[in-house]
């Protein structure tokens, strides 16, 4: 056990350092870029799912729920939010950079979120009207990132949330390596492969970033196939779901916008899994 733990003090020590200018580069982008997007995606009109999808996969300070407090006020589609939803990385970014995964792979990860999101969203677009919009209400403040702040602090406080989150899933990933064996773990995978697409949702429908920090972790570990992470990773969307639960009234709506964003992310899933990918 003491050399478990050493070895995930290590892991964790190694991509501090990374971590932390992934999350001032994001923090960066978020105060130069956060007002222009607030007004580039009300403005999107009937592109509103294919903006959203480019904008949601950058990495910004609570990006998705702020298309949440959009779409409560009807300012953007029922499409557009779900083009967010899936586009949206959360701390998927951060981590793959940290842990220096290869570009190609980043690239793709986010290319097909994107597609996947923009793709989607015109669809819903196209089976369900626009309602008109509603009186504005702010919640954007349940965030609590401090982005307010300058760009040190919540960069910090960022780090290190994500820090604690990826010693716990690295404890557990070298404790289980340790006693069960990667190669048993992963057979476990291989003999469930219908249904880790599923698992995988379900993991990333958990509105925390913890969620994503555990598929992006496994999928680093060889442990998740690409079609399963994609599946969990499509279904993250940060803190959003729990805001929309806490902010919108309407609970047959807000489980309607859970269910679409389950079944596109393990079709989404199943199909990469189909094709082998």
């Known amino acids: 056990m003491p050399e478990i733990i050493l070895d995930t003090i290590l892991d964790s020590v190694k991509i501090l350092p990374f971590l932390f200018i992934a999350f001032l580069i994001i923090e960066l982008f978020e105060h130069k870029l956060s007002k222009k997007t607030e007004n580039t995606i009300k403005k999107a009109g ?20 702020l298309a949440t407090n959009l779409y409560i006020t009807r300012i953007i589609s029922l499409g557009t939010l779900i083009s967010i939803y899936l586009s949206t990385s959360d701390e998927m970014l951060p981590i793959l950079i940290a842990q220096n995964a290869p570009i190609k ?11 996947i ?8 677009d196209l089976l369900i009207k626009k309602e008109k919009p509603k009186k504005h209400f702010d919640i954007c403040e349940d965030e609590h990132c401090d982005c307010s702040h300058g760009i040190i602090k919540p960069a910090l406080k960022h780090t290190i949330k994500t ?10 990933l070298n404790t289980a390596f340790h006693y069960i064996g990667e190669e048993n773990i992963k057979h476990i995978f291989d ?18 970033c913890g969620s994503s920090i555990i598929l992006t972790e496994l999928y680093i570990a060889n442990i998740l196939p690409l079609s399963a992470a994609l599946a969990g990773l499509l279904a993250n969307s940060g ?6 639960f806490k902010s919108n009234k309407n609970i047959k709506e ?9 079944l596109i992310s393990i079709v989404t899933g199943l199909i990469l899994e189909f094709f082998g990918i």
């Open 46 to 65: 009937k592109l509103g799912p294919l903006v959203g999808g480019i904008l949601g996969a950058i990495p910004q300070c609570g990006f998705s729920v």
């Open 254 to 262: 807000n489980i309607k916008i859970i269910t679409i964003l389950y």
């Open 191 to 208: 003999k469930t492969t219908f249904f880790t697409p599923f698992i995988a949702g379900l993991i990333g429908l958990i509105p925390n």
């Open 105 to 115: 792979d980043i690239l793709l990860l986010i290319s097909i979120k994107i597609v």
């Open 239 to 244: 803190v959003a779901l729990l805001v929309l």
């Open 117 to 124: 999101g923009f793709i989607s969203g015109f669809i819903i």
């Open 163 to 172: 820090l604690i989150f990826i010693f716990i899933i690295t404890f557990i």
